[in-house]
């Protein structure tokens, strides 16, 4: 469990730094958003622990918004690891009107289990905000950009657990991208948040989509329930097109 934690710490340290790196944003910019994290241990008759933490912040100075998320995943049984994620993205906005923005934006994601050693995608587009309210946020993204990933294959044991990983050759190629970012405020305290990012590429198509309901316990605090997927068109061989993650998580709003 500790080697995993560095490893999620060591790919998390390095997307802050890409991305804190591009923007070259000033060492007092106001950055604001929301951290969380969510953990269940159990013990006794059944043994497994599982966590997850994320960070989803950005800062805007002029007609320039500097956009980070990062997130780990880490679970295991009794006796092995099922379950360890690491993924950044980093996205810089220029302003071309009140509605219209130019972006760029980097993509980095390293899942020990879904049958790709890596994952990155550099890209760039147009973004326009549909809904741009106090109770209603809807924004959309259109893009081009290039994907490099190296497949492998697990295999695993009569138990589950992965007793070797067969890598393949990294490839690169062109993808267009597609993404919509939507936030709703139901109540004073409730508010439902929708992300779905589509690379569509010619070796595969892969789909992420993250849905969550925040309610307010305080002015910093909150209780978020989310629900994730992670689809890919062409997994590796042994591993499923479809993955799901179901959270609990404690919110910490930054400001």
Same mark, same amino acid.
């Given at each position: 469990m500790k080697l995993a934690v560095r490893s999620a710490v060591r790919h998390g340290a390095a997307a802050l730094a890409i991305g804190l790196g591009i923007a070259g944003a000033p060492a007092h910019a106001d950055w604001s958003g929301k951290g969380e994290g969510g953990l269940v241990m159990a013990r006794g008759n059944a043994d497994s622990t599982a966590f997850n933490a994320k960070l989803d912040v950005a800062e805007e100075s002029g007609g320039w918004k500097n956009s980070l998320y990062l997130a780990g995943l880490?679970?295991?049984n009794a006796a092995f690891a099922t379950a360890q994620r690491a993924e950044g993205r980093y996205e810089l906005d220029d302003k071309i009107s009140d509605r219209l923005y /130019?972006?760029? /934006?980097?993509?980095?994601?390293?899942? &020990?289990?879904?049958?790709?050693?890596?994952? /990155?995608?550099?890209s760039s587009g147009l973004g326009y905000k549909f809904i741009d309210s106090a109770?209603? !946020?809807?924004?959309?993204?259109?893009?081009?950009?290039?994907?490099? &990933?190296?497949?492998?294959?697990? *295999? !695993?044991?009569?138990?589950?657990? =992965?007793?070797e990983r067969i890598k393949g050759d990294a490839t690169g190629s062109a993808v267009a991208? /597609?993404?919509?970012?939507?936030?709703?405020?139901v109540t004073k305290t409730t508010k439902l948040i929708d992300k779905l990012l589509i690379e569509a590429g010619s070796s595969n198509t892969s789909v992420a989509n993250d849905f969550g =309901?925040? =309610?307010?316990?305080? +002015?910093?605090?909150a209780l978020a329930f989310g629900y994730g *997927?992670?689809?890919?068109? +062409?997994?590796?061989?042994?591993? !499923?097109?479809?993955?799901?993650?179901?959270? =609990?998580n404690i919110v910490y709003t930054i400001k």
């Open positions: 880490y679970s295991r /130019a972006f760029g /934006a980097l993509r980095g994601e390293r899942d &020990l289990f879904s049958g790709f050693d890596y994952q /990155a995608t550099l109770t209603t !946020k809807l924004a959309g993204t259109l893009g081009a950009g290039y994907r490099r &990933l190296r497949p492998e294959q697990l *295999i !695993k044991d009569p138990s589950g657990q =992965v007793i991208t /597609a993404g919509l970012n939507y936030e709703q405020l =309901v925040q =309610v307010s316990m305080s +002015d910093r605090l *997927i992670r689809y890919n068109t +062409d997994p590796a061989p042994g591993t !499923k097109r479809l993955d799901q993650l179901t959270t =609990v």
